[in-house]
C-alpha cells in the first residue's frame, strides 16, 4: 500500500477550516500528517492528535515568522518526508514547503500542494514583500516540480491562474460530517436559553477565527444598522487578531445589544450553532471556500456572503445564499434587511435547498473518490517515469 504523507503548519482546532481539510486529507486515502506547530499551540484542547506528529518550531522569530525548525527537528521532518511515496503540501510561505520541495526532488518522491487560498491576489495586498521574496526564493521552483495543485473550487483555481496555470490544478470541493444533531427545535431552544434569547429569535451565525480578513467589527456594525426584528447575531470563534472581549466590548460601544460574541465553539457546541441557525454569515474579504458556511448548508442554514466567497456565485445560483454587492456597510445592511423580510415558507424552501447542495457538492464519499484517483495517478504516473527513465 502506497504511502501518503501530509505536511502542513499549525495543525490545530484554532486554526478553523484549513486545519479541518487537512484532518479530511488524512481520512479519505487514508494518510498519516505531520504539522510544524507552535509550542503554544500544543495543549490537549486545542491538538488535532490522532496519527499526526506534531514538530515543535523554533522558540524565536524564525520559528514564529517562518515556521523554522531547529536542525534536530528539520532533520527529523526530512526523514519522515522520505518514507513517503507521495506528499501532500498544505500551505504556502512558510517552512515546511521548502523543504517538502528539496527532500521530494532529491529522492524522486512526488509532491502535490494544497495552496488553502494561498494563491488568491487578495493575499498578496498585504505583507506582499514577504510573499514576493518567497516565491522569487522558493514558490516558482516549488511548483514548478509540484505534480498538481489541489484547490477547493473552480473559482480558486481561476484566481489562482496568474502565478500557477490551469493545467496543473485539480478541483475537489471539501466535504463536511452529516449534522449531529436531528432536531432543529431542540438545538434552537437550547442556544436561546444559553444566550438569553427571547424564544422565536432568528440566529444569524458567524463561524470561524477572529481574523481581521474575516470583516467582524463590519459585520456588528452592519447588523446594529439593520435592526432587524426579533433577531441575534452569534459570532463563534477563536482569538486571533481580535478577542471575544474585544467583539463584545465593540458591540456595547455602539449599542449592538443583540450581538453575541462567545468564543470558540467545539464538538457539541458547535453542533447546536448550526443546528440553531437560520443563516450562516460571511463577510471576509477573501475565502476560498469557507468551510463552516457548507457546514451551515449541510444543516440547512442559507448563507449571507460577500463576493470575496469563492462559492458566491455558485450558491446564489442555486437558491440558498444572498450575496452582497459590494463591502459597504449599507451593502450588508441590505442584505440583512432582505433575509430578515423573507417568509417561513420561502425560508423553509432555501433550507431545502442548502441541505441538497450540501449533500451533492461536499459529500465524504464524492470527496474521497476524487482524492483518492488524483493521488492513485499521480502515483503509478511516477512509478511509470521512473522504470521507462
Not at 97 to 110: F, K, T, Y
Not at 167 to 186: C, F, K, M, T
Not at 192 to 212: F, I
Request: aromatic fraction near 10%; hydrophobic fraction near 40%; charge should be positive.
Amino acid at each position: 500500500m502506497s504511502k501518503v504523507l501530509n505536511v502542513t503548519v499549525d495543525f490545530t482546532k484554532s486554526s478553523g477550516g484549513s486545519a479541518i481539510s487537512v484532518g479530511q486529507f488524512t481520512r479519505a486515502i487514508p494518510a498519516g500528517v505531520v504539522s510544524l506547530t507552535r509550542l503554544g499551540d500544543l495543549s490537549d484542547s486545542n491538538s488535532y492528535s490522532g496519527t499526526c506528529v506534531h514538530i515543535p518550531v523554533r522558540d524565536d522569530y524564525l520559528g514564529a515568522a517562518y515556521s523554522y525548525l531547529s536542525k534536530a527537528n528539520g532533520d527529523r521532518l526530512r526523514a519522515l518526508i522520505r518514507e513517503a511515496h507521495l506528499v501532500i503540501c498544505h500551505k504556502l510561505f512558510r517552512y515546511h514547503a521548502q523543504v517538502v520541495m528539496e527532500e521530494c526532488i532529491a529522492a524522486g518522491i512526488p509532491y502535490m500542494v494544497v495552496p488553502h487560498g494561498g494563491l488568491d491576489p487578495y493575499v498578496f495586498t498585504y505583507r506582499r514583500l514577504q510573499k514576493t521574496a518567497w516565491f522569487a526564493l522558493v514558490g516558482n521552483r516549488f511548483f514548478r516540480h509540484a505534480s498538481g495543485v489541489i484547490y477547493a473550487s473552480e473559482r480558486e483555481m481561476v484566481k489562482a491562474a496568474s502565478r500557477v496555470p490551469f493545467a496543473r490544478g485539480h478541483v475537489i470541493n471539501w466535504y463536511v460530517q452529516e449534522p449531529q444533531q436531528s432536531s432543529r427545535d431542540l438545538c434552537k431552544a437550547r442556544i436561546w436559553r444559553r444566550y438569553g434569547l427571547k424564544p422565536g429569535t432568528r440566529v444569524y451565525l458567524m463561524l470561524g477565527r477572529l481574523h481581521s480578513i474575516k470583516r467582524i467589527p463590519e459585520a456588528v456594525r452592519a447588523f446594529q444598522a439593520a435592526q432587524l426584528p426579533d433577531s441575534a447575531l452569534l459570532i463563534a470563534g477563536a482569538d486571533d487578531d481580535y478577542s471575544a472581549q474585544e467583539i463584545t466590548s465593540f458591540a456595547q460601544r455602539i449599542g449592538a445589544s443583540q450581538v453575541r460574541a462567545i468564543g470558540p465553539a467545539y464538538d457539541n457546541d458547535k453542533d447546536d450553532l448550526l443546528g440553531a441557525a437560520d443563516y450562516s454569515v460571511n463577510v471576509s474579504h477573501k475565502e476560498n471556500y469557507c468551510y463552516s458556511v457548507v457546514e451551515g448548508l449541510s444543516y440547512g442554514a442559507p448563507a449571507i456572503l460577500t463576493p470575496g466567497n469563492d462559492l458566491a456565485e455558485t450558491l446564489v445560483a442555486d437558491g440558498c445564499a444572498f450575496c452582497c454587492t459590494g463591502y459597504d456597510d449599507s451593502d450588508l445592511e441590505d442584505v440583512l434587511r432582505m433575509s430578515s423580510r423573507l417568509g417561513e415558507k420561502d425560508l423553509a424552501a432555501m433550507r431545502t435547498r442548502a441541505r441538497a447542495w450540501a449533500r451533492t457538492h461536499a459529500s465524504f464519499e464524492t470527496f474521497c473518490s476524487r482524492l483518492s484517483s488524483l493521488v492513485d495517478s499521480v502515483i503509478h504516473s511516477c512509478a511509470t517515469a521512473a522504470v521507462t527513465g
